[in-house]
Each structure stands twice: as structure tokens, then as C-alpha cells.
Antibody
């Protein structure tokens, strides 16, 4: 059973950047198929991006192009999501979610990291 | 982008009764080469992370009770919860993975006890 543990809550001012980490344990597959999903307060789920194994590349939702970077440290099974030029509407819980079955479904989720953007 | 539309936004169901949630996609999620529908359902309880319930439209994830039933094909899908239990109170989301650019979720359906 894969377990994902995320870094703690962050507070940033508009225009700043934030980097959230997600450490996986119990993971035995070589491909590191991490995705990131966010949820604004009281709202639904929004996919940010992740690694598409079939395409062998990272893919991002268009609204985040140029502002988001996703990286992985395969030696420590840790994934990172950096979001730049933060706006108040980026205030949300950010989840990492692992595509364990390589199907773009997410059986494993982190506990979430609250990112608050406020001046 | 494939737009996923869920209905209703919320519903109240008595214990032991049935809850039915629908999800419509703006284009077919049925891939002819595999004859599979690229549709998943998630449950999110208050204050928790989402949890995968169903994938390929009707296959229950390991450990999911058989009172959760996914059905449908192409653009119209249904999640049925039979014999509703108190622990089923949650928000339910559908997700399409037919098109990875981008993966999209429905707006969610809140299930409460009547």
C-alpha cells in the first residue's frame, strides 16, 4: 500500500512562490507517476498536472502553464510541485496523488497541504 | 477540454435507501480499441483526501463495499449507492481520464442523511 506524506501548510504573499513536497513509501514500481490536484475552499477538485507514463512526459493543465513545475527525486521517492506568481485564487489544499495503476486514476492520495495566499 | 457535469449538486437519503448520482461528459469516454469507458468515481469525506471508489466506469477498487455500483457508457454514467450507510455521507466526484490534457473532474455531489 502506497503512502504519501506531504509537507506542512504554507502562507505566501501574492507574487511569491511555494514548493510543496510529497514523499512516497511502500512504492515498488519504477515509474514515478505522481500527479497534483488542488481544491479551493468549499470547491471541487482541479487537476494541475502530472507524469503521463504513456507519453513519457509531464503534462500540465493549460491554466497553469508557465507557473508550475513538477519534479521528482527518485532516490528519495519524493515529488515536488512549485507554483509561482501566486494569486489569492491559488489559496487551496494541494494534494499529491499517485497514478499507481498507470491509468490516470488515483488510488493513493497525500493528506493535502493548505497553501494560503494573502497580503 | 472534456467537461464533466454531475447532478444533483446534493441529495438527502435515508439510511438503508438508495442514492443515485449522474455524471455526463461532453464527449464519449468509450475508447473503441479497448472497449473501456475512461471514467472513475471518488468519495471525499469531510476533512479527508479523496478516495478512489470505481474505475473503468464499473470496477470497484479493492476494499470498496459492493453497495457502490458504477454503470453507464459513452457520455452518461451513474454511481448508485444501495443500502446507504452513515459512513457514506460524503461528496462524490466523477473523473474522466480519456483525455489526459487535461484530466477533468465533475463538480461534485454531496450526499447527506435525511
Amino acid at each position: 500500500q502506497v503512502q504519501l506524506v506531504q509537507s506542512g501548510a504554507e502562507v505566501r504573499k501574492p507574487g511569491a512562490s511555494v514548493k510543496v513536497s510529497c514523499k512516497a513509501s511502500g512504492y515498488t514500481v519504477s515509474e514515478f507517476t505522481m500527479h497534483w490536484v488542488r481544491q479551493a475552499p468549499g470547491k471541487g477538485l482541479e487537476w494541475i498536472g502530472g507524469f503521463d507514463v504513456e507519453e513519457d512526459e509531464r503534462i500540465y493543465a493549460q491554466k497553469f502553464w508557465g507557473r508550475v513545475s513538477m519534479t521528482e527525486d527518485t532516490s528519495t521517492y519524493t515529488a515536488y510541485m512549485e507554483l509561482r506568481n501566486l494569486r489569492s485564487e491559488d489559496t487551496a489544499i494541494y494534494y499529491c496523488a499517485m497514478d499507481v495503476n498507470v491509468s490516470l486514476t488515483f488510488p493513493s492520495w497525500g493528506q493535502g497541504t493548505l497553501v494560503t495566499v494573502s497580503s | 477540454d472534456i467537461v464533466m457535469t454531475q447532478s444533483p449538486d446534493s441529495l438527502a437519503v435515508s439510511l438503508g435507501e438508495r442514492a443515485t448520482i449522474t455524471c455526463k461528459s461532453s464527449q464519449s469516454l468509450l475508447y473503441s480499441a479497448t472497449n473501456k469507458n475512461y471514467l472513475a468515481w471518488y468519495q471525499q469525506k469531510a476533512g479527508q483526501s479523496p478516495s478512489l471508489l470505481i474505475y473503468w466506469a464499473s470496477i470497484r477498487e479493492s476494499g470498496v463495499p459492493d453497495r457502490f455500483i458504477g454503470s453507464g457508457s459513452a457520455t452518461d454514467f451513474t454511481l448508485t449507492i444501495t443500502n446507504l450507510q452513515a459512513e457514506d455521507v460524503a461528496v462524490y466526484y466523477c473523473q474522466q481520464y480519456f483525455d489526459s490534457r487535461p484530466v477533468t473532474f465533475g463538480g461534485g455531489t454531496k450526499v447527506e442523511l435525511k
